[in-house]
């Protein structure tokens, strides 16, 4: 019950601070930066190759939730359009960098690879070789530990939708974990 309580407040408060923030209220804004910025930046993290490239999806998520959150009617859909946005941002990310993926030749030993935490590195390197669409729906799933309806609601799919690119994502990391 407590912890019922708990999660029902901490909604009822982002709402108030979404509506704040629609108000014109800097505070406001940057307290939600403050509560949702670790969560969005952990889903995003797990869609992209890098701490950097997840940071720099961040930017251009908060950029874009600044620009629109005038247009978000109902403050109690915040979390699902704050990971809608995060996600949309992340895809676009990652189709631009597979289209202009090269690899530096003058110093390849100035590369510095950050090491995420170890859970996070194994789940990144699982899922390579997804699409973007379905390592967003298995980040939604199982890093953020979403109901299907709430992912379907977020990305504005039919549950049909998650439910199949949930397959397809299972399928192929069990083929890739078979292949070892």
């Not at 390197?125 to 890093?143: A, F, K, P, W």
């Not at 609601?153 to 078979?178: C, E, W």
């Amino acid at each position: 019950m407590m912890t019922t309580v708990t999660v029902n407040l901490k909604i009822v408060y982002d709402e108030l601070l979404v509506l704040r923030w629609q108000n014109g209220e800097v505070a406001a804004m940057s307290e939600l930066v403050d509560r949702w910025h670790a969560r969005l930046f952990q889903h995003v993290r797990r869609l992209t190759d890098s701490a950097d490239d997840a940071a720099e999806v961040m930017q251009e998520t908060w950029l874009a939730m600044i620009r629109s959150v005038p247009k978000l009617d109902d403050p109690a859909k915040f979390p699902a359009w704050a990971y809608r946005i995060a996600s949309n941002k992340a895809a676009d990310f990652v189709r631009k960098k597979s289209r202009r993926r090269t690899v530096p030749l003058d110093e390849p030993d100035e590369i510095v690879a950050k090491t995420p935490t170890p859970k996070h590195d194994d789940l990144i390197n699982l899922l390579n070789g997804l699409s973007v669409e379905h390592r967003t729906v298995v980040s939604l799933r199982y890093g953020e530990e979403l109901p299907l309806e709430a992912i379907a609601g977020m990305l504005n799919i039919p549950l049909g939708t998650v439910k199949s690119r949930l397959h397809y994502a299972l399928d192929f990391l069990k083929q890739k974990n078979n292949n070892k």
